[in-house]
């Protein structure tokens, strides 16, 4: 038996609830095969960096799977059937974390930031970035010449 972590991201128009049956729909597929799921998160809806299929958004779901091979590839292969999901990713690891993932655990740490006042100014003390140092690409007199 191996461990997998497989992410899937869904079509935005489903509700949580169809998300979750999909997701226990292939956890049955890896119990079927002979493997167990773990952990399964349920990250949410959240912004996609481009657009896929259409879609501006997607629910997020991770799975902890510890199986053979066959089973991985009969879920995979069900959920590229799947015209809900929009992309899937499985990786093969080593150990498999019971902690929250980073996904979840960004979202607390972006909550107790924007409760803060967490600003621009402070990312850029953070990162230790002088701005008095950093030169324009363009200089304010060339703006005038370019338009």
């Known amino acids: 038996m191996r461990f997998y972590e497989t992410v899937f991201i869904v079509r935005q128009d489903l509700t949580t609830s169809q998300v979750e049956l999909l997701a226990q729909g292939y956890a049955n597929v890896i119990r079927e095969h002979g493997g167990e799921v773990s952990k399964t998160e349920f990250c949410g809806l959240r912004a996609l960096a481009y657009r896929i299929k259409k879609n501006r958004k997607g629910h997020y779901v991770l799975m902890n799977i510890t199986s053979g091979v066959a089973g991985v590839a009969e879920m995979e292969r069900q959920m590229k059937l799947n015209e809900d999901i929009l992309r899937i990713l499985t990786v093969r690891v080593d150990v498999l974390d019971n902690n929250p993932s980073p996904l979840m655990q960004q979202r607390s740490y972006r909550d107790d930031n924007y409760r ?11 990162v230790g ?19």
């Open 116 to 126: 803060g006042g967490f600003s621009d100014d402070d990312a850029v003390e953070e």
């Open 129 to 147: 970035i002088d701005l008095a140092a950093v030169e324009p690409i363009v200089a304010p007199e060339e703006i005038g010449e370019i338009a």
